[in-house]
């Protein structure tokens, strides 16, 4: 054999992996651990390894990361490109010229944003044509107390509803308005709606099917926010509102829950196709300092 044939040969080694690569549910409802693993190296057979585990358990959770903001990138969009808004449509940190950044600070210092307040649990641009597939939130300094992360499987929320709850809500559409719009102007009359009922000035919204197929599992999915306003096109106001706070209180059962106590290095990759998310509030003193890519989607069916 000749030098420059063994050099190619050896220069073709993959490095050998560090740990056990390991994917073990969760003791809850939803989500799994992924241990031997380091998101700046990850290797082909495990990019497709980490999809499949996410299309199985909706949320997965790495631990003790530690990766610049180009490697976090480059870790995500292994999974989809980053969500960017439509440009007429307002987002979580958009600018003027209607564009997100790739990595969104989700914190109460420096320039963050969400502040420390409690945030009701829905999907990533709901109120978007096309809603994010999924997004990833890092932690970077955590609070002593509160701050927890909380995910709902919408798809056992959907099977856990009797038959003739599904039959109703399965051939309905839902449209969802846009809270960042809500935000800017100052709620409605000072407070939040739930439900859009026609004396309410619309607002910019997506309607969407209430009950989606999910795009890999082909599981039915109950996909609806828990506050977002939202209406049922076409029908009577008093049955749409009471129809969805139903579902809501549903939505709200504990046994469709998993409620991340987040320590510094977590990673947790969601599928915003599959669950909602929702934050507890935390004391404003204290510092919690996360960084969120959010990836683009598809029209929902
Ligand atoms: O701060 C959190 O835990 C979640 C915030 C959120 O909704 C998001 O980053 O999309
Ligand atoms: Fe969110």
Redesign the pocket.
């Known amino acids: 054999m000749n030098v420059a044939v063994s050099t190619l040969t050896s220069a073709r080694v993959q490095p050998a992996p560090p740990e056990r690569f390991d994917i073990t549910p969760l003791d809850a409802p939803l989500g799994a651990l992924v241990s031997g693993f380091d998101a700046k190296a990850l290797r082909p057979e495990q990019v497709l390894q980490l999809k499949q585990a996410l299309r199985d358990h909706h949320i997965l959770l790495f631990r003790g990361q530690q990766l610049d903001d180009a490697q976090y990138l480059a870790f995500a969009t292994h999974f989809g490109a980053v969500f960017q808004p439509p440009a007429n449509i307002p987002v979580?940190s958009s600018g003027a010229d209607g564009k997100a950044p790739e990595i969104v600070k989700?914190a109460n210092s420096e320039g963050g944003e969400?502040g420390n307040t409690a945030?009701p649990a829905?999907a990533?641009h709901h109120w978007t044509p096309t809603p994010s597939s999924g997004?990833f939130?890092y932690a970077q300094a955590v609070p002593s107390t509160g701050g927890e992360?909380r995910f709902t499987n919408l798809a056992l929320a959907y099977e856990t509803l009797n038959e003739a709850t599904r039959r109703e809500i399965d051939p309905l559409r839902l449209i969802t308005y846009n809270p960042f719009i809500r935000l800017k102007t100052g709620g409605y009359n000072g407070s939040f709606v739930r439900y859009r009922t026609p004396e309410v000035p619309a607002i910019q919204g997506t309607e969407h099917p209430l009950v989606r197929t999910h795009p890999e599992s082909g599981k039915r999915l109950l996909f609806l926010g828990v506050a977002t306003e939202v209406e049922i096109p076409g029908a009577d106001p008093a049955y749409g509102q009471a129809l969805i706070e139903r579902l809501r209180e549903h939505l709200e059962q504990p046994r469709f829950h998993y409620s991340h106590a987040w320590q510094p290095g977590d990673i947790i990759w969601w599928d915003n196709q599959a669950v909602l998310?929702a934050?507890n509030a935390f004391p404003a003193k204290e510092q919690r300092r996360?960084k969120?890519i959010s990836l683009a989607g598809s029209r929902p069916f």
Do not use: A
């Open positions: 979580l989700v969400l945030i829905h990533d997004s939130l992360t998310h934050r996360m969120r």
